[in-house]
């Protein structure tokens, strides 16, 4: 209704965090599922291996409500903040006049070969630029 001073993942995350609380061995359980998948990603990566991935499931939405129609859009990233683990977003070009890119997934402590990873790819697609829209 736009009539708060929270968007609505921060007041999602909140009531997320208060059932938590209240029930400490579901709570629990959530923390075990997250470090088995995390051992899970990290042992197929190995300490060299990364996974690319989009960053959204289309071009970036735009701000406000339209981005609200697409929440579920933000899984690919935020699938793995909680585990723990580092990604680099990277941007690949635009998908008419919005911003699309791809993210490298690396195990946990290897920051620098998702960077290195992304700088890859980065000089391959020719780096950020602005969008069309800015650019005339």
């Known amino acids: 209704m736009r009539r708060s001073a929270h968007t609505f993942p921060v007041l999602a995350l909140a009531a997320l965090e208060k059932a938590i609380a209240k029930a400490p061995k579901w709570g629990k359980q959530m923390a075990d599922l997250r470090?088995?998948?995390?051992?899970?990603?990290?042992?197929?990566?190995?300490?060299?291996?990364?996974?690319?991935?989009?960053?959204?499931?289309?071009?970036?939405?735009?701000?406000?409500?339209?981005?609200?129609?697409?929440?579920?859009g933000f899984t690919y990233s935020g699938t793995f903040n909680p585990l723990e683990l580092p990604s680099t977003a990277v941007p690949t070009g635009f998908d008419d006049g919005l911003p699309v890119g791809v993210q490298v997934l690396g195990a946990r402590n290897r920051d620098v070969l998702t960077l290195t990873v992304a700088g890859w790819i980065e000089q391959v697609f020719g780096g950020w630029r602005p969008p069309w829209r800015l650019s005339a």
Request: contains cysteine; aromatic residues 6%; proline residues 8%.
């Open 35 to 72: 470090h088995e998948m995390q051992r899970e990603i990290e042992d197929k990566l190995g300490p060299n291996g990364v996974l690319v991935c989009p960053v959204f499931h289309r071009a970036a939405p735009r701000h406000g409500l339209h981005a609200m129609l697409h929440f579920l």
